[in-house]
């Protein structure tokens, strides 16, 4: 999905994500780094876990090691990201990218030790913060308009609520033992978090939506 541009103000916290997930990126591509390094303490997984590296519940966040998987998860981020810091602050909006993070890989974890059966399979990237991220903003603007699949122009809240369609299905999909390897169960992780923080700071937010909407542009 694609948001429409928002108004001129500094956007460091989207910025510093960026950032972080490109350097992330580029160090599992280092030949100096071995990839045995990166799956360790950059993937996240129920045997992980087990060995008490509890960081990877959010260093996976910032973990890619495909380009394309990194690219939809910027131009994503990059088109909500900034509506969201200047509706929330940067120092919420940080806390809501890594609570949204964490909880969806605690997700993904439970989904496939539980769901799936696959307690071994591991997951990376940004998608489950990102979806905590898409559906904060589909509720905060309802109405806005925003391109599904780059391609569909929808009301922001329809967009949003086909995409967690379309992840329970893949997951219960994969529960049957077919579906694509993707992290239905992290992507729903992360959009419930965005459903519980809206629900119990929608007053707030609306307040701050009406004095943004307000700003000189």
């Not at 940067?90 to 799936?116: D, N």
């Not at 599904?148 to 992840?167: E, N, S």
């Not at 033992?177 to 992290?183: D, K, N, R, S, T």
């Not at 929608?202 to 909407?213: G, I, N, Q, T, V």
């Amino acid at each position: 999905m694609e948001a429409p541009a928002t108004r001129s103000r500094p956007i460091t916290v989207v910025n510093t994500l960026v950032v972080a997930n490109l350097l992330v990126f580029f160090l599992w591509w280092l030949p100096e780094v071995p990839v045995e390094a990166m799956a360790g303490h950059f993937l996240v997984s129920w045997p992980h876990l087990a060995d008490g590296r509890i960081w990877v519940l959010l260093t996976s966040v910032f973990s890619h090691n495909m380009l394309f998987h990194l690219a939809i998860n910027l131009i994503v981020l990059l088109s909500f990201g900034p509506p969201m810091e200047m509706l929330m602050g940067a120092r919420r909006f940080l806390a809501f990218y890594l609570t949204a993070g964490l909880i969806a890989s605690l997700a993904h974890v439970g989904v496939s030790a539980l769901l799936i059966g696959r307690p071994e399979q591991p997951a990376l990237g940004a998608s489950g913060a990102i979806a905590g991220i898409l559906v904060l903003f589909a509720f905060s603007f309802p109405k806005a308009k925003v391109l599904l699949f780059f391609l569909i122009p929808l009301p922001a809240i329809v967009a949003a609520l086909i995409f967690i369609a379309i992840d329970i299905w893949g997951l219960i999909a994969q529960i049957e033992g077919a579906g694509l390897p993707i992290g239905h169960g992290a992507h729903l992780g992360g959009a419930l978090t965005g459903l519980v923080y809206f629900l119990f700071r929608w007053s707030r937010l609306r307040e701050r939506r009406k004095r943004m909407e307000g700003m000189p542009g």
